[in-house]
């Protein structure tokens, strides 16, 4: 709770000092709790970010990056890992500055971004994967994919509590598609995930990719890890069925303060299980937005930029 409160303190004090007078553009004027400041769901524009550098061009080419429609839906939330996402990467992409982030390194010292030097690669926000056969309401969607000399899938994380389980283990008890939160066979079904029972194909790819086969497994591998195994499969599982990891790279990126996203946090042990599952672990990075921002500041025209992002959040 001290992480949250910190960085709800942060963002109540930048939306003091960079809003000041403009009240109306908000659901509340006061900080309650642990609640972040939230705009106006019509105004929820203003949570993105723009450098000081670009034009009004480029200014609308940043906020068009992300269609409303497929905000999620606390987009208008100053906690939002997504407004943050398109906040840093609208930025460097509009503005031909995505090959500073090749400096950027992973916790092994790796540098998953290095390859977006080529000329003007492809930026995509919520890139969403439509043959993994889930309901096409619900497809695996991406934060951001930067495709280059390599393609990189990037989850954003910002204060959430870990990557994202399972929903099938909360659901009720008597639903049809509630699971036990292991690998075996239940609730009358022929095969062992409710989800493969929906037709959805994870589990025809999840041997190809991880070293956990279609036999019983307790709990199920995927129980917490979930959402990442599912951003794994969108970058590696190709639309014809075939498994490729040669020039993927998939990069969880969190904020170093948060609990969560620490040794001993529920975020970490997801990653930490993941990564040594994998077949190829090369494919598989941990970044810090704070490593990001460092990185904007090696270049001059982003220092500014770089300042307002620390200013927002602290990193």
């Not at 939002?80 to 950027?104: D, E, I, M, Y």
């Not at 704070?290 to 602290?314: C, N, P, T």
Request: net charge neutral; charged share 25%.
């Amino acid at each position: 709770m001290t992480y949250l409160n910190d960085l709800v303190t942060c963002l109540w004090q930048y939306r003091k000092a960079a809003f000041a007078g403009q009240d109306a553009l908000f659901d509340r004027c006061q900080r309650e709790g642990h609640r972040p400041p939230v705009f106006n769901w019509r105004d929820a524009i203003h949570n993105v970010l723009l450098a000081p550098s670009l034009s009004d061009l480029q200014q609308s080419a940043v906020r068009g990056m992300l269609p409303a429609s497929r905000r999620h839906r606390w987009f208008q939330s100053m906690r939002s890992s997504q407004a943050l996402a398109q906040t840093v990467f609208g930025n460097l992409a509009v503005s031909g500055s995505l090959a500073c982030l090749s400096h950027v390194t992973s916790d092994c010292g790796n540098y998953p971004f290095a390859g977006l030097d080529a000329e003007n690669p492809a930026v995509e926000l919520e890139y969403q994967v439509d043959h993994l056969g889930e309901d096409p309401r619900r497809c695996t969607s991406i934060d951001v994919v930067l495709r280059g000399k390599r393609h990189v899938y990037v989850e954003c994380k910002l204060a959430e509590d870990g990557v994202g389980g399972c929903s099938r283990p909360r659901l009720a008890d008597q639903d049809p598609d509630h699971c036990n939160g292991n690998y075996e066979h239940q609730m009358g079904r022929q095969v062992r995930c409710a989800l493969t029972a929906r037709g959805i194909g994870y589990w025809q790819y999840i041997p190809g990719l991880f070293g956990w086969n279609d036999i019983d497994q307790v709990p199920c591998p995927i129980r917490c890890s979930y959402q990442l195994v599912r951003t794994v499969l969108a970058a590696c599982v190709r639309a014809d069925g075939r498994i490729q990891t040669e020039g993927r790279s998939v990069v969880l990126l969190v904020d170093k303060r948060n609990p969560a996203f620490q040794r001993d946090g529920d975020g970490r042990r997801a990653f930490d299980a993941v990564h040594a599952a994998l077949r190829n672990p090369e494919i598989l990075h941990w970044c810090t937005w704070q490593d990001v921002v460092q990185a904007m500041r090696q270049k001059a025209g982003l220092i500014g930029f770089a300042d307002e992002v620390h200013d927002k959040y602290g990193f």
